[in-house]
């Protein structure tokens, strides 16, 4: 008997509804590709970089690897869920503190420190290097982006 290679998902996307015909092989980062969704990025394709994160039901996951399958019935979030044209506190503060150079790793590191201070409000150095340690920036831009979480999270508290 041939094995089914396809099945069909559902799950919300950016907060939209999805049905999606996937191969049981195919990642999350594929699917959300397919869609237009560019702000998560291959590159190592291998769970090392952080380049390709995605939230899953509020949990960060490197989507080179999340089987799109498990994706079933959850909420996924990009990067393209924050608003256009509407900057939030933690993108100001990579803006300000220069906290990319190229770019291709931002949106990973933009997801992971909002998810930091939404459970830290006021991390340590120390917080702030363990969330960030799945996060490669090949520019390495780190000193300013530490910076930048710092100053994200004092603007989320209203002290800048
Ligand atoms: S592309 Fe997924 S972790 Fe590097
Ligand atoms: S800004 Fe260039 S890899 Fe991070």
Request: hydrophobic share 40%; aromatic share 6%; with cysteine.
């Amino acid at each position: 008997m041939p094995m089914n290679t396809t099945r069909t998902i559902q799950f919300t996307l950016n907060g939209e509804p999805i049905t999606a015909q996937i191969g049981t092989h195919q990642h999350l980062i594929e699917v959300l590709q397919d869609r237009g969704l560019t702000g998560a990025r291959e590159s190592c394709a291998q769970g090392l970089c952080g380049c390709c994160t995605v939230l899953v039901n509020d949990t960060a996951v490197s989507g080179c690897l999340y089987l799109a399958a498990f994706a079933d019935g959850a909420a996924v979030r990009t990067i393209e869920h924050l608003p256009q044209g509407k900057l939030d506190a933690v993108q100001e503060a990579f803006i300000e503190c220069g906290a990319f150079q190229c770019g291709y790793c931002t949106p990973g590191f933009i997801l992971m420190t909002r998810q930091l201070l939404d459970e830290h409000a006021d991390p340590s150095e120390d917080d702030i290097r363990h969330y960030l340690s799945g996060n490669l920036c090949r520019c390495a831009a780190y000193p300013e982006i530490i910076r930048a979480v710092k100053l994200a999270a004092m603007k989320r508290k209203g002290e800048r």
